[in-house]
């Protein structure tokens, strides 16, 4: 594979790897409970906004746009990205779920992080499974 497809994979793993460990350490610093929870929004909602979403931006637009180019073999020819997607599907929700939490411990209006450490691991789990769908492609 060369030219543009291998640019846009390339991007797009970039961009997960990126995204998909920012925002892990996101959830994780949201969790530490020896740090002032106003301070930890504060540091966590600066990795949301300048290391989760840039990666988040990357590997979606990369992804789609292959997707775009090539629906037939995504879709008809190989079945794996209908598995794929939903696990991205939810590590999307879950990242603006995580993000929205570090926003509001920022502002000060919470001082729980809730389930967001929880959801931080939930993400890499998820992330793992979407990256075997993408190698092992089992369908």
Known sequence: MTGLPS?????HVIGDLLWIGSICATALILG???????ERGRVAYLVYQRLANPGFILA????LTQLVMNTQHYFVATKFMHGKLLFAFIVIGLHHVIGARAKKMA???LSDPGPAPMMGWGVLVL???TAVFAVLKPF
């Open 7 to 11: 640019i846009l994979i390339s991007a």
């Open 32 to 38: 530490d409970s020896s740090a002032d929870p106003k």
């Open 60 to 63: 979606f637009v990369a992804g």
């Open 107 to 109: 502002q000060g209006k």
């Open 127 to 129: 992330a793992a499974l």
